[in-house]
């Protein structure tokens, strides 16, 4: 609760966009959220209904979803197009 208090104390008052001061505060309560869900597991094999995202992972999946986007010029001459709707976003 504590390090809740704190982020939120921390964002409340921040003076400027990149605080180093919020940046901390996030760092101390991603941390506790980590302990708070391991214990919870560990003791009453419990779990929460939401994740802390990995900061790596989410750039990883950015990377991924502009590689499912295919245009023409990324294409090889030997590749079988018959059937494929360039033009068509899903």
Do not use: C, I, N
Request: glycine share 2%; net charge negative.
């Amino acid at each position: 609760m504590a390090a809740l208090e704190a982020h939120y104390h921390a964002v409340s008052t921040r003076r400027a966009d990149d605080d180093p001061k919020v940046d901390d505060a996030y760092d101390v309560l991603a941390d506790a959220f980590e302990v708070y869900d391991d214990a919870l597991v560990r003791v009453f094999g419990e779990t929460l209904p939401f994740y802390l995202a990995d900061d790596e992972t989410d750039e990883e999946s950015d990377d991924d979803d502009e590689s499912d986007d295919l245009d023409e010029d990324d294409l090889d001459e030997d590749d079988d197009l018959d059937g494929v709707d360039l033009d068509d976003e899903e």
